[in-house]
């Protein structure tokens, strides 16, 4: 399956962007989902992840309350709806599907998502 990520830009802190990540080559319902980020000169870290059916979410703590996973399997696609944005949620946003193996095998290519003070 290839993803492809999208909607990330430039934003004051507070306000809000929604992310997609798209899929093709591959039935979206067959994966969980998750998305990462990577801040300059720090590791990838996990922000969130949706099970196939949508059923049950997970947050990362630095998140949990401000951002919303969802998916529409439908679309073949999955959304970050991220809220109150803070400098410290600078960075390069990727989507990841796990093909139930528990691991991410696949990858999209990154967002940039900017926060200002």
């Known amino acids: 399956v290839q993803l492809q990520a999208s909607g990330g830009g430039l934003v004051q802190a507070g306000g809000s962007l929604r992310l997609s990540c798209a899929a093709s080559?591959?039935?979206?319902?067959?994966?969980?989902m998750g998305w990462f980020r990577q801040a300059p000169g720090k590791e990838r870290e996990f922000v969130s992840r949706i099970s196939r059916s949508g059923g049950s979410t997970y947050y990362a703590d630095s998140v949990k309350g401000r951002f919303t996973i969802s998916r529409d399997n439908a679309k073949n696609t999955v959304y970050l709806r991220m809220n109150s944005l803070k400098p410290e949620d600078t960075a390069v946003y990727y989507c990841?599907?796990?093909?139930?193996?528990?691991?991410?095998?696949?990858w999209g290519q990154g967002t940039q998502v900017t926060v200002s003070s």
């Open positions: 080559g591959g039935t979206l319902s067959s994966y969980a």
């Open positions: 990841a599907a796990d093909p139930s193996t528990g691991m991410y095998d696949f």
